[in-house]
């Protein structure tokens, strides 16, 4: 689905890199979560796979049709430009070039947000904006669905929805996910793998193998 040889990265394009030498591969149908510590280069190793930004060296191969991108949690309450749940995921619809306009709705209902197309995206939870964000980027039925943290800023019952949906997504429909984390139990149980980034370099382990050497430090 995607492969990462011999990356390397740095903000100038000169040493010291961000990114040192990183090989990964991740197959379609899988569940990685991208663990790090802050700084580690999580949200840069996301964009580059994004294609986004442009490595330092190495190359990036990705085989996914269509890549559905969850960013970092933005706060809309201050937003200047007051846009509606429907509008957000109606000029997405146009950008996208999908006809059907039911897709706004099946895409809301999917995350159990159906009820909130006229509302102002700056009056919605942490949450519900989350799920907006993600029904967002499951139009035009992506293969691939890249989160950068999802779980930042959302209480836990929303936590266990939108985990609950992202597992559902993969496993019923086999979307295969990347999601960067900073929830080591959302990680642990949720993903097929958890790629484990530190010092410039990342290893892939399942989780359990990630939860023994977690609780063993
Ligand atoms: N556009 C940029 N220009 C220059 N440096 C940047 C840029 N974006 C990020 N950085 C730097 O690169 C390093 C890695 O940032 P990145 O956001 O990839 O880390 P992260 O692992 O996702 O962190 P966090 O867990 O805090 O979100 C940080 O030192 C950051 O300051």
Redesign the pocket.
Known sequence: MIKAENLFFS?TGLPPY?LEGINLQICGGEYVSVM????????????LLLKFIKPTGGSIASQAKRIGYVP?KKDFSNSDFPITVYEALNSYRKLLRIKNKDTIVENLEQVGMSGFTGALMGTLSGGQSQKILIARALMGAPDLLVL??PSTGVDRKSQREIYGFLKKINQENGITIIS?E?NLDAAISNSTLIYH?TGGQGHLCTPRQYADEFFQK
């Open positions: 903000y961000l790090g510590e802050n700084g580690s280069g999580k949200s840069t190793l996301m964009r970092q950068d943290e960067v900073h980034l």
